[in-house]
C-alpha cells in the first residue's frame, strides 16, 4: 500500500490528501483491485481511481447517497450504484474536504443499514447473442452461468456494434471465452 502513496506519479498529491481524510474519518484502508479502497467494518466504502483525466473517489453505493449540491457523479452511463467525486488539484481536495467527509459518513451509515440499490432490471440480450445462445444449448448454459454483470458486459459489448454483421461476428469472437466462464474483460 506504501507504495501506492510514496511513488510520486500523477495524481500523487490529491490521492495523498485524500487518504488522511479518509483515515482521519476512521476508515480502514487495503489494496483492492491493484488500488487503494476504504472499509469500514470490512464493508467497502470507497476506492481511490487514477484516471487520465483526474482522480476519482468512488463511494460503492454512491447512488443510495444525498448529494444536494450535485457533486457526485456518474461513472458512465450504463453505472447504477456506483458514483464518484472528481479531483484535479490539491486545492480541489482542500475544498472538498467537508463533502468528502460527510459522504463517507453518509456511506458508512447506508452499510450499517445493509440498504442496497434496487436490483438491475431484468437484461434483455441483444438479437444476435440471444440468437446464438438459442441455438447452442451447452453455449447458453455456461452463459447463465456467468455473472450478472460479466452477462451485462457481454451484452453491452455486442450491442455497442452497428450493424447486425459485425454484432453476430462480435459473439463469435467470444463464445471460447463465455464457454471458459470468463468475462470479455477477463484475462
Known amino acids: 500500500m506504501e507504495a501506492f502513496f510514496e511513488e510520486p506519479s500523477r495524481w500523487w498529491a490529491e490521492a495523498a490528501g485524500l ?5 482521519d474519518a476512521g476508515l480502514g484502508e487495503a489494496l483492492k483491485w491493484g488500488k487503494p479502497c476504504y472499509t469500514h467494518e470490512g464493508r467497502n466504502i470507497a476506492i481511490l481511481q487514477k484516471m487520465n483525466g483526474f482522480l476519482a473517489l468512488m463511494f460503492f453505493k454512491g447512488a443510495l447517497l444525498d448529494d444536494p449540491k450535485g457533486l457526485l ?13 472528481c479531483f484535479t488539484s490539491v486545492e480541489q481536495v482542500a475544498a472538498r474536504e467537508k463533502a468528502v467527509r460527510g459522504f463517507v459518513r453518509q456511506a458508512v451509515r447506508v452499510e450499517a443499514t445493509g440498504a442496497k440499490v434496487a436490483p438491475a432490471p431484468p437484461l434483455v440480450l441483444v438479437e444476435e447473442l440471444q440468437a446464438r445462445l438459442d441455438g447452442d444449448e451447452k453455449l447458453k448454459a455456461a452463459f447463465e452461468a456467468l455473472t450478472p454483470g460479466r452477462q451485462r458486459a457481454y451484452n453491452l ?8 454483421a459485425t454484432r453476430a461476428r462480435r459473439v463469435e469472437q467470444h463464445v471460447a471465452r463465455i464457454l471458459a466462464g470468463k468475462g470479455p474483460q477477463d484475462r
Open 19 to 23: 487518504r488522511v481524510i479518509l483515515l
Open 73 to 85: 457523479e456518474e461513472q458512465g452511463e450504463n453505472s447504477r450504484s456506483a458514483l464518484r467525486l
Open 157 to 164: 459489448h455486442v450491442s455497442g456494434a452497428k450493424q447486425s
